[in-house]
Structure formats: C-alpha cells, structure tokens
C-alpha cells in the first residue's frame, strides 16, 4: 500500500512538471554523451597506443651527399660504414634487443617517398640521391630504443638515429588534450544537470506544498514524504543516462566499427565491448548525481 502510495506520487510529480522533467533528460543525455565520449575516446587512445607502439621502429639514417654533422664530414656513407653500422646491429650486444631490421636503398625510399606524397608537387624536386639509405629496425620491446640510440648514433656514416615512438608521442598528447576538452565540457554539463535536477525537485515540491502539509500532518516521515521526489528525478535522469548509454553504443556500432574501421583498416579501433563497458557506467553515474542532488534539494526544501 505505502508502495504504491509513493508510485502514485512519482507519476503525479512527473505530470505537473514534464516540460521541467524533458530538459532534465535531454541535459543528461547531453552531458552523460560528452563523459562517455571522453571514456570511448580514452579507450581508443589506449588501443592506438597498443597497436602502433608495437609497430614503431628505429630509423637509422644513413648520411647522403648533402648531409651535416661530424659523422657525416666525408659525405655519403661508404660501403665500408654501412658493413659496420649492420655488424653492430648483428653484434651480441643489440641482438637480444632486436626483432628483425632491414636495409632500404637509394631506390626504395625513393619509392615510397613518391607513395606517400603522390599529389605532392615536391615530388618533382627529389631525386633518389637526396633521400637517405635506412637501416629500419624492429625491436622486441620498443620501450628500450634508447639502447640503439646510444650505440648507433656516433658511428661514422650515420646521420641520426630516430624512434619513431617521439611522433606518436606528439600525436597521441594531441588526442589526450581533446579527451581533457570533453571531460571539462562534459563536467560542466553534469553541473548544469545537477542544478536542473535540483531545482526541478524544489518546484515540484512546492507545487504540492499543500499535499506536504497534511502529510506532515498526519505524521508521515521525511523519508517517506522525500521517496517519491527522489525517485522522480532518478527516473528522469535514467531516461537520459540510458539514451547516452544506446548513443555511445550506436556511435561504436554504426561510425567507428561501420565507417571508420573499414575506410582505416590500417589502425586499431574500440569495439563494442568497449561501449558496453562504457554504458552501464553512464547509467549508474546518471542514477547516483540524481538521487543525491534530489536528496540533497527536498532535504533543503522541508527544512524551510
């Protein structure tokens, strides 16, 4: 019977404010969209990380004809600094460091320098004798490049030795600085959500301060008079949360693993079970801030 009493004040609260009630589920849906684009874009990050660090390699590059610096004062290296920089890589002491490496010529970089700058009019400015001979090398664990930097580096005939870690680096701290962005936004938003969720509880409130009164007046407890309140807004806020939850899950099926999966197959992306990760946190996050700043609004509001 009680239960049923505070279903029945549930949905009359709900009726007297349902333009109140819809901007609380569309701030939700809002804000909860953001964290969990921020959560789906933070596992991607880590997918990304785990994907390419795996595939970045060590480039020895070799000096040309045009190069500077002390290693390469006699100009384009020689047979001899090549047979010297590939015994160092095959010596006792890099070995157990190294995967597999590979030499590219003249005329292969050349190549894929065309490849990859195909639309590019510099192509028609390189000739192969500019681009650098490479020793690319891949490690067992990437982590220890440092190891091939330090032994490589002042061998005569080579130019510099790079990890190609530090440019995954640069773009992955651009990608951590957007995830920050859409915490900050959807932080804020929370805010604003919470707010709304409070305040909608106080004008509901009030709206049956009559209905408060003799409930009071009977000797109802606060707790049963605050029950249907904060159910009211834990309803309105689960509609949202469980609409961020589908969105997150849509946005995962139909754009990231439907779109951009297949037109990047060269890269890792999140998967479902990352969304379905992601949703029932947005669902339960939804469902605490509004049952506590519900509680807090009409605990205030019986006070006065």
């Known amino acids: 019977m009680r239960f049923a009493l505070i279903l029945g004040e549930v949905g009359t609260g709900l009726r007297r404010n349902v333009s ?34 795996d595939k970045a390699q060590v480039a020895i590059y070799l000096c040309t ?13 020689t047979a001899d600094q090549k047979a010297a920089v590939q015994a160092q890589l095959d010596s006792p002491t890099l070995q157990p460091f190294i995967q597999q490496y590979y030499f590219e010529d003249h005329e292969q970089a050349y190549e894929n320098f065309k490849q990859q700058f195909a639309d590019n009019p510099v192509t028609a400015y ?35 030795v790079t990890d190609q870690r530090s440019y995954l680096e640069q773009i992955f701290a651009i990608l951590n600085i957007a995830s920050v962005t859409a915490i ?3 932080a804020l938003m929370l805010v604003a959500a919470v707010l709304l969720i409070a305040t909608t509880i106080r004008l509901s409130a009030f709206s049956r301060r009559r209905e408060l009164g003799i409930m009071r007046l009977v000797g109802a407890s606060n707790r049963f008079i605050q029950t249907p309140f904060i159910l009211e807004g834990v309803i309105a806020s689960l509609i949202g949360s469980v609409l961020a939850g589908a969105a997150m899950v849509a946005i995962v099926k139909f754009f990231v ?12 992306f999140v998967g479902l079970d990352a969304a379905f990760i992601v949703a029932p946190c947005l669902i339960v996050l939804g469902a605490i801030l ?7 609004a009409i605990t205030r509001y019986l006070k006065v």
Do not use: R
């Not at 000739?127 to 090398?137: Q, S």
């Open 184 to 186: 900050g936004i959807a």
């Open 65 to 77: 004809a045009t190069s500077g610096g002390d290693n390469c004062a006699g100009g384009e290296a």
């Open 290 to 296: 509004a049952a506590l700043s519900a509680k807090v």
């Open 20 to 53: 109140m009630v819809v901007s609380v589920v569309l701030v939700t849906f809002i804000s909860l969209t953001f964290v969990g684009a921020a959560g789906l874009m933070q596992f991607q990050i880590n997918s990304m990380k785990t994907f390419w660090y």
């Open 126 to 160: 390189v000739t192969p004798d500019l681009l650098n001979e490479t020793f690319w090398v891949n490690l067992k664990d990437p982590q220890q490049s440092d190891v091939l930097v330090e032994s490589l580096s002042g061998l005569a005939g080579v130019d510099s």
């Open 257 to 268: 693993q439907d779109q951009l999966a297949k037109a990047l197959p060269f890269t890792s």
